[in-house]
């Protein structure tokens, strides 16, 4: 799932400084489920808000609405009348969904975000999640015994590991696994260390970002 | 700020505040009436909204009593509501309102004299802390 933090609260009311009726906009997707931007944080958020301006002797008007999910038009469409009776909207979904609830909204419709989007991440126990797939387009977990050494080694090294790995752990930080590591000790496990033979080429970035923003189209599905 | 009546929403766990409320009771302790009562059947039930939401009603604080650690008759509801008012106290204080409006004790079973000792100590909390900027 998409991992996404709440900003602070004082970054979140200097953005929202210009206006007078305000929208939050939550998002019943992974920001739900990474306790970010769902129904829940939406209620906590107008909450300290409202004593916020409370406290301020500010008369703002909070509403508050969650949606299925804001990446998607069909779920977006029925709350617009909602958002054009706001000043502006605070979106708390990850990155995609402030932009594409003003996308679907039209360009007079202000969208600002109140989650920091981080990554791609497993919920590994309650209340923690990790960073697992940096989404770069052409997956070789194949390679790598299933664990991603693009996402998880701080070098994205593909023929790892480096002098830093001490251990068993990262130089980068001492609570951080060295991903080459797990790869070598899986692989040792499974009996194929053989496969750490062959050298990995070059990695081509144009899947990634690298190759500009990018795009997935299934011409059967298409209208 | 001598005649301030503070308002503080009570949040007890069924098993040990009240048992301890009845005891103090039938025993005639005196303790202060500034507290508005909740009863929940384990303080694990008590969510960070439930106690924000008190305060931005105009509560001048939020008192949540639960068994002693190790006797929670849910086994750990008390130790969840423990992080929560932690949680509950850092969202106040982004707020600019004193984290000390929340306060969490544990009430160890039916004892009354301990319960009325709580309900004192923490209206005089609230009342040195005076009246919550959020009005009423």
């Known amino acids: 799932m998409i991992v996404g933090e709440r900003k602070p609260l004082n970054q979140i009311r200097a953005m929202l400084e210009p206006y007078r009726k305000i929208l939050i906009l939550g998002c019943g997707e992974c920001v739900s489920v990474c306790m970010a931007g769902g129904e829940k944080e939406v209620g906590v958020l107008a909450s300290q808000l409202r004593m916020l301006y409370k406290k301020e002797k500010r008369e703002i008007e909070i509403e508050e609405a969650t949606l299925i999910r804001q990446c998607d038009r069909e779920y977006i469409e029925p709350y617009l009348d909602k958002i054009y009776q706001a000043d502006v909207i605070l979106s708390m979904a990850c990155g995609v969904g402030v932009q594409y609830v003003g996308e679907v909204a039209g360009e007079r419709v202000i969208v600002l975000p109140a989650v920091d989007t981080k990554f791609y991440g497993a919920n590994l126990d309650a209340g923690i999640w990790a960073e697992r797939c940096a989404g770069c387009g052409n997956c070789i977990l194949d390679k790598t015994a299933g664990i991603c050494p693009i996402a998880r080694c701080a070098k994205r090294l593909l023929n790892g590991p480096c002098g830093g790995s001490q251990g068993g752990k990262c130089e980068i930080d001492p609570e951080v696994e060295c991903a080459w590591q797990l790869i070598y000790d899986r692989l040792k496990e499974r009996g194929q260390l053989e496969l750490l033979e062959d050298i990995v080429p070059t990695k081509n970035w144009k899947p990634s970002l690298s190759g500009g923003p990018r795009k997935v189209i299934r011409e059967d599905v298409r209208p | ?136």
């Open chain 2, 1 to 136: 700020m001598g005649d301030f009546e503070p308002r503080i929403v009570g949040i007890f766990c069924h098993y040990c505040a009240l048992a301890a409320q009845d005891v103090a009771g039938k025993a005639r302790v005196n303790f202060p009436p500034h507290i508005r009562e909740v009863r929940v059947l384990c303080t694990g039930k008590v969510d960070v909204l439930h106690i924000l939401k008190a305060l931005e009603e105009g509560a001048d604080g939020v008192l949540i009593m639960g068994c002693k650690i190790g006797e929670c008759y849910f086994k750990e509801g008390n130790i969840k509501a423990f992080k929560r008012v932690d949680y509950a106290r850092k969202l106040l204080e982004e707020v600019g309102l004193e984290g000390e409006r929340v306060q969490m004790y544990e009430v160890p079973g039916p004892m009354g004299s301990r319960f009325a000792d709580i309900i004192t100590e923490m209206t005089e909390k609230i009342k040195s802390l005076g009246p919550s900027p959020l009005g009423r």
